[in-house]
């Protein structure tokens, strides 16, 4: 069971991180140490060449990870990442994007994930993301 629900991850985000509604990211779904989040089409996202903006897609990946990791210790705000890798593999078309996170490695003070960005329309990923979170320490310790 995860230590956050679906509810109370998306109130904590709309509250605490604007960029969420710019975005428009919705969180799908969350377990324990997986975590699925969708980004609604909006033609604002688009750059150039007819794709959707690479920064759209690293916000996405990073609130994913922020919810796979919440997901496995519970509502701890002042989780941050400390760093973000994202591998483009092909040309996200005008359409929704899904993110699909999972925790590869939880210790004490880091969390490792990676999320996999699918467009809603096509079959194969646009994008491969890893990143690591840091996880403060227990107030007293």
Same mark, same amino acid.
Do not use: C, W
């Given at each position: 069971?995860?230590?956050?629900?679906? #509810?109370?991850?998306?109130?904590?985000?709309?509250?605490?991180?604007p960029?969420?509604?710019?975005?428009?990211?919705?969180? +799908?779904?969350?377990?324990?140490?997986?975590?699925?989040?969708?980004?609604?089409?909006?033609?604002? #996202?688009?750059?150039?060449?007819?794709?959707?903006?690479?920064?759209?897609?690293?916000?996405?990946?990073?609130?994913?990870?922020?919810? +796979?990791?919440?997901?496995?210790?519970?509502?701890?705000?002042?989780?941050?990442?400390?760093?973000?890798?994202?591998?483009?593999?092909? &040309?996200?078309?005008?359409?929704?994007?899904?993110?699909e996170?999972?925790?590869? &490695?939880?210790?004490?003070?880091?969390? +490792?994930?990676?999320? #996999?960005?699918?467009?809603?329309?096509?079959?194969?990923?646009?994008?491969?993301?890893?990143?690591?979170?840091?996880?403060?320490?227990?107030?007293?310790?």
């Open positions: 069971m995860p230590s956050i629900s679906v #509810l109370e991850f998306q109130r904590l985000i709309d509250k605490e991180l960029l969420v509604h710019l975005f428009g990211m919705r969180a +799908v779904s969350i377990g324990r140490g997986e975590a699925v989040m969708r980004m609604h089409f909006n033609p604002d #996202l688009i750059r150039p060449g007819g794709t959707i903006a690479g920064p759209a897609l690293m916000a996405l990946a990073d609130a994913t990870l922020y919810a +796979v990791v919440l997901g496995m210790i519970g509502q701890v705000e002042l989780a941050v990442t400390t760093s973000l890798n994202i591998n483009f593999l092909r &040309k996200p078309p005008p359409a929704d994007v899904i993110a996170g999972r925790i590869l &490695k939880l210790g004490k003070r880091l969390a +490792v994930g990676e999320v #996999l960005l699918l467009s809603a329309e096509l079959d194969e990923p646009v994008a491969h993301v890893t990143g690591t979170y840091s996880i403060p320490p227990l107030s007293g310790h």
